[in-house]
């Protein structure tokens, strides 16, 4: 982590709520990641200036799990970066399904571009640049998995651009919820962690969902309609 703030967060106030010898055995115990994947994340390491906003491989191993379990056919990604978990993501969907990731800035697109050219699993990908608020109104969906992972302050306006969009059995998982324990620190009043804020008072008020936060990686909140089946 350097030491300059990330998007107006001041990173001093930041800290792991996980211990490092819990994170590490999670890891040692984590099917680690493919080649493709590791490539990827090793030059991420390299020529971003802020390589921890790439996707963790225990999330990127949970939302593989998730699919599997509801044979997810269509996915949305809401944030690229260099496109780490559009990858995992595309290695775990079978022949014929399909990962949508939208992405603003050219510079980390064209990485993740480069990558999922090279890789097999690249044809199920499709790359989209441009502000995903836009972006995500042109979508039709229905998508079975959607994982929001950009601008915190903008959660609430994906979350519910999103949610029609979600198919019966769908699920969201949106990522750093728990946001290094600033949502719970006074001292931090930055708008990211307004945003987490705002977003999980959010969800937690919608009569149409049900939700788990998950202390995984920086917090994933995992939510879905709350219909047939839903207690
Ligand atoms: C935390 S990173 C995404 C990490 C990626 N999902 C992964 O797992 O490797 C967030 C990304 O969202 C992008 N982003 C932020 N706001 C956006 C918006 N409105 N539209 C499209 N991309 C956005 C940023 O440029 C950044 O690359």
């Known amino acids: ?17 996980v211990s490092a010898e819990a994170e590490h055995y999670a890891d040692t115990y984590t099917t680690p990641p493919s080649a493709a ?11 971003t200036p802020h390589p921890i906003m790439a996707g963790g491989i225990k999330e990127a191993r949970l939302l593989q799990g998730l699919m599997r379990l509801m ?39 064209s990485v993740a571009k480069r990558h999922f050219d090279a890789s097999e699993h690249g044809n199920k990908i499709e790359l989209l640049l441009g502000d ?15 994982f929001i992972d950009a601008l915190k302050q903008q959660y609430i306006e994906y979350y519910d651009v999103l949610i029609p969009k979600l198919s019966e059995r769908g699920v969201i998982a949106a990522d750093n919820v728990i946001w290094f324990g600033l949502p719970w ?42 219909g047939t089946g839903s207690a």
Do not use: C, K, Y
């Open 1 to 17: 982590m350097t030491t300059e703030d990330i998007r107006g967060t001041d990173v001093s106030l930041m800290r792991p709520q």
């Open 37 to 47: 994947v590791a490539a990827l994340l090793e030059e991420t390491q390299r020529v």
């Open 71 to 109: 044979n997810a056919r269509s996915v949305l990604e809401v944030g690229t970066f260099t496109g780490a978990t559009a990858l995992a993501i595309a290695e775990a969907l079978p022949d014929g399904g399909r990962v949508t990731t939208i992405e603003m800035d050219d510079s980390v697109a």
């Open 132 to 146: 995903a608020r836009e972006i995500l109104r042109t979508l039709d969906g229905p998508f079975d998995l959607i």
């Open 185 to 226: 620190n006074p001292e931090a009043t930055d708008p990211e962690t307004e945003g987490v804020r705002a977003f999980v008072e959010h969800v937690r008020s919608d009569p149409r969902t049900r939700q788990v936060v998950l202390t995984v990686g920086d917090g994933l909140m995992l939510i879905w309609p709350n």
